[in-house]
């Protein structure tokens, strides 16, 4: 016997959000299928919420940093739809964009996931998701190894520059001018 997934479209997945079944639940659209989302830990959290207060200041007025809100990717009908939640998404401005749908790929400037129990997950499927939807720039905070790894240059299903990073400054692409102190990242 073959098993078949049924893989749920970016308006089939509205609709069971819009409709209250999953309220409370934590989890996620990813390749058309809902995943579950893995418990957020202290370190998880705390790296979140530190990085976020950060990224706001450097950015204000030039960008908007989401925190664990959807995006909607891969948004046609013969796709495999995906809706993650990032743990922080850097967006375009005005903010008012968003009143009406999530953040596309062409108003992403990069996207950062946070990692310790989700490494796996976060290096090998979101890498392809992101890529194949051109996402310019995917960070991951690996707080296993304690190093930022950053992806770019996505063509396809993946990034062809992955480059690691322990100590320093990192500057986005979207803002070159910029440097991100890591300290200031990789806080475990």
């Given at each position: ?6 893989k ?5 997945w509205?609709d ?29 959290r ?9 990224l ?7 960008a ?14 013969h796709s495999?739809?995906s ?6 998404a ?22 950062i996931e ?9 290096l090998?499927?979101?890498?392809i ?11 991951v905070?690996d ?7 950053v ?19 990192v ?9 991100i ?8």
């Amino acid at each position: 016997m073959t098993l078949t997934t049924y893989k749920w479209s970016i308006e089939e997945w509205h609709d069971l959000v819009n409709s209250g079944v999953l309220a409370g639940k934590k989890i996620e659209l990813l390749e058309g299928e809902i995943i579950e989302m893995s418990p957020e830990g202290i370190s998880h959290r705390n790296t979140n919420h530190k990085a976020v207060k950060y990224l706001r200041k450097l950015l204000d007025g030039l960008a908007e940093v989401y925190e664990s809100h959807p995006i909607t990717l891969d948004n046609s009908p013969h796709s495999r739809a995906s809706e993650p939640e990032p743990d922080i998404a850097i967006v375009r401005l005005p903010e008012s964009i968003y009143d009406t749908h999530h953040p596309y790929p062409e108003d992403i400037y990069w996207l950062i996931e946070i990692s310790n129990e989700t490494l796996k997950k976060d290096l090998e499927q979101k890498t392809i998701t992101y890529a194949r939807n051109g996402i310019l720039e995917y960070w991951v905070i690996d707080l296993v190894n304690k190093k930022l790894i950053v992806h770019t240059q996505p063509q396809n299903n993946k990034y062809f520059q992955v480059v690691e990073h322990r100590v320093g400054t990192v500057s986005p692409l979207a803002f070159p001018q910029m440097a991100i102190a890591l300290n200031r990242l990789l806080l475990y």
